[in-house]
């Protein structure tokens, strides 16, 4: 793996920002950001999904302790639905941007958009949690954040699996939504739900 670019470069308050679960047919769409201490670094940090469960746990926990300033949002499934998961995740981005603790000074997110209304520069980074610290950190604590919620809804809905699956539509999820239906924490407006939904 290459090493992660200086996220100092822009002076020491940059945030890095990601999200989790846009692939998912059930559950909310989870953001973090994250302001790492320079002083402090935090070895092992990667992209979240290249990452076993353990070892994001075990970063979860250090990121918090480390961490300059953290902060965790959502956008729920009826906002997904509403305005559709590409601007649901925008939204929890810049939900989780203005939770900080500490305003950032610039703040650089995953992917190839920018969220609106951030109240400080920005920029958008293509593969960016493999490429900055501050992507990474934020990564992790958005998806073992989103993780632990879907396995929470497990205990609520345990015919569906969602402990298995996260949400994500494996077969054994499909068939579970085609034999129970629907719950209220499914994506409506997501084609493999919707198909269903419309017979």
């Known amino acids: 793996m290459e090493p992660f670019v200086s996220d100092v470069y822009f002076g020491d308050l940059v945030a890095g920002t990601d999200e989790a679960g846009r692939g998912p047919l059930a559950g909310e769409v989870v953001a973090a950001a994250v302001i790492l201490d320079p002083n402090n670094p935090i070895a092992g940090l990667a992209d979240s999904k290249k990452l076993s469960e353990k070892k994001r ?11 300059l300033s ?3 949002a959502s956008a729920t499934v009826e906002e997904i639905d509403d305005i559709n998961i590409l601007h649901a995740s925008m939204l929890a981005m810049s939900r989780a941007v203005a939770s900080l603790s500490i305003a950032p000074e610039h703040v650089l997110v995953d992917g190839n958009r920018v969220p609106p209304n951030l109240s400080c520069s920005a920029e958008a980074v293509v593969k960016g949690d493999a490429r900055h610290a501050a992507i ?10 989103r993780d632990r919620d879907i396995v929470s809804a497990a205990e609520q ?3 569906y699996g969602f402990e298995k699956h996260k949400g994500y539509p494996t077969a054994l999820h499909l068939e579970a939504i085609r034999t129970y239906g629907i719950t209220p924490i499914h994506r409506r407006t997501f084609g493999p739900v919707k198909k269903i939904i419309e017979g």
């Open 57 to 67: 746990e075990a970063l979860f926990i250090e990121i918090q302790e480390k961490a």
């Open 70 to 72: 953290y902060a965790v």
């Open 136 to 145: 990474s950190a934020a990564s992790i604590l958005a998806k073992v954040t």
């Open 157 to 159: 809905y345990p015919e």
